[in-house]
């Protein structure tokens, strides 16, 4: 028959021979390596969030309070069976239970005090957190910001390197640029100044022939009258009035003045119905004259102008609309002034450009 002392005695060797796990996770705890586990399972996105980590950081502390609690409580139970089945059990006095009450309160004061410096870290955390973030996003900016600045950069030397060796020595520098630029400078001010000596010259040689043609009109004017004179003394003196000869002469020096004015060379008529005039056109910015071909066609056995063509150096003009009321009212000295004038104020026009 078994007594009360086998059967707490089996149920010590049953306990000691039984495997418990709480007891065994202690020593497991301490032996395992750590630096074996994959730290990217949980995501570099989730652990870069300080709210993210403050929970999973309580639910951890939550889950070793539970894990401490049943700890504690296996523990006690361990050694409460033991402090019975044993047969020398321990004394456990009044003097003891204070020893350990002291004890306790000891720890729980350092507990206290920890976890108040814990909860001073964590209050620092979460006022640096903010801080830590907003440096690391500036870190980063600045991380990608030195990225692309750095590939201009070797861009930048690419480029430099092709524009080298397409343009090899001597380049321009900013000091030669600098002495082209003074030089042209110069040069455009010099065309300006002789711009505007040529628009001078322009504007004199146009009011010269403004007054050489009031004087064209002029002596226009009294060749018609010595023409009707000269009619009117040969019809009453015949061949033999003395007055002839120094009309004669007036009326040469008259046609040599107007030659003279218009710069009318020779007058030609190539045959009964066509008639061709040549002018020299002298400019005052050319030393050499140019040569105007007027070529006048009249209707055959009439003095009824047809058509005029008009050349100047061998090159074709055209007259365009210039010569049609000319023509049609058959008035040749105002063709030719106008042909004259249009070549003038060309060539006046062309070197004014």
């Not at 993210?52 to 609690?69: C, G, N």
């Not at 063509?309 to 055209?318: P, Q, T």
């Amino acid at each position: 028959m078994s007594t009360p002392s086998d059967a707490a005695k089996q149920l010590q060797d049953k306990l000691e021979n039984t495997k418990l796990h709480i007891l065994d996770a202690r020593a497991d705890l301490k032996s395992y390596h750590f630096e074996s586990l994959d730290d990217s399972t949980s995501g570099e996105g989730a652990l870069s969030d300080p709210a993210i980590v403050a929970s999973d950081v309580a639910a951890q502390i939550l889950f070793l309070r539970k894990l401490k609690f049943q700890y504690l409580e296996q523990n006690a139970k361990d050694k409460y069976v033991k402090t019975i089945v044993s047969d020398d059990a321990p004394l456990i006095t009044a003097a003891s239970n204070e020893q350990i009450r002291l004890r306790n309160e000891e720890k729980k004061r350092n507990l206290k005090e920890e976890k108040l410096k814990l909860l001073e870290k964590q209050q620092d955390v979460r006022t640096l957190a903010p801080l830590v973030e907003e440096d690391y996003q500036k870190a980063r900016s600045l991380t990608s910001l030195g990225a692309s600045l750095s590939a201009k950069i070797l861009d930048a030397k690419l480029a430099l390197t092709r524009l080298r060796q397409a343009h090899p020595q001597p380049r321009l520098t900013i000091a030669t640029a600098t002495v082209t630029l003074d030089e042209q400078v110069a040069q455009m001010q010099a065309l300006d100044d002789e711009l505007q000596s040529s628009e001078k010259q322009v504007e004199e040689t146009k009011q010269k022939i403004k007054a050489e043609m009031r004087e064209v009109e002029r002596l226009r004017g009294v060749e018609k009258e010595g023409i009707a004179e000269l009619e009117h003394v040969g019809e009453e003196g015949g061949d033999e009035d003395p007055r002839l000869g120094k009309l004669y002469d007036w009326l040469q020096v008259a046609l040599t003045a107007q030659r003279s004015l218009l710069s009318l060379e020779s007058s030609r008529a190539e045959s009964e119905n066509e008639l061709r005039l040549t002018y020299n056109i002298v400019s005052p910015f050319s030393k050499i004259p140019k040569e105007l071909v007027l070529t006048l066609l009249f209707v055959p056995n009439t003095r009824q102008l047809a058509s005029a063509s008009a050349r100047l150096d061998g090159v074709e003009l055209d007259l365009g609309d210039m010569i049609y009321a000319p023509v049609q009212a058959n008035d040749i000295p105002t063709l030719v002034w106008s042909v004259y004038a249009c070549v003038k104020e060309r060539e006046a026009r062309s070197v004014g450009l």
